[in-house]
């Protein structure tokens, strides 16, 4: 963004971490769908990180892929290798992942160049742009999109007829 930066200002940056809320519908929505599918994260960060993140989501994931265990950033296809050659180890296979995300650019784009179904969080769908993120340049295709995590709970509910 053109700020020059200390240091000291790049590791309180990455300590504030710990400091981040979750999406407020992100812990009631992980908990309904981990009685329904395996749940596995793939992760832009470090394990501190995502440990201090994963305190918040409250739920067990089946399998965690970060950053720092592959090597890589998404939105480099070396991170779905990874991930697909290890669920592939749990007995997972491409067709059974649907790959649910926010960033076009980050997990969508990748996604699409390696064949796997996915479902578009739009929590920015009354903004402009893509936030923290890159434009994707051409907009990737999903099989998906709700506005929130608890729009896709209501609409798993739905289809599997549901009552509250």
Known sequence: MGHAVT??????YGQSV?????FADSTAALAYLKQHYKLVILSNVDNQSFSMSNEK???????????EDIGAYKPADRNFDYMLENLAALG??????????ESMFHDHGPANRNG????????????????????????????FRFNSMADLVAAHREAVGAVD
């Open 92 to 101: 997972i296979e491409k067709h059974e992942i649907l790959h649910t995300a």
């Open 18 to 22: 710990k400091d981040w809320p979750a």
């Open 57 to 67: 989501l409250g739920v067990s994931f089946d399998a965690i892929y970060t950053a």
């Open 116 to 143: 796997l179904a996915s479902c578009w969080i739009y929590r920015r769908h009354e903004q402009d742009g893509f936030g923290a993120t890159m434009n994707p340049g051409d907009m990737p295709t999903y099989d």
């Open 7 to 12: 240091w000291a200002e790049c590791v309180a």
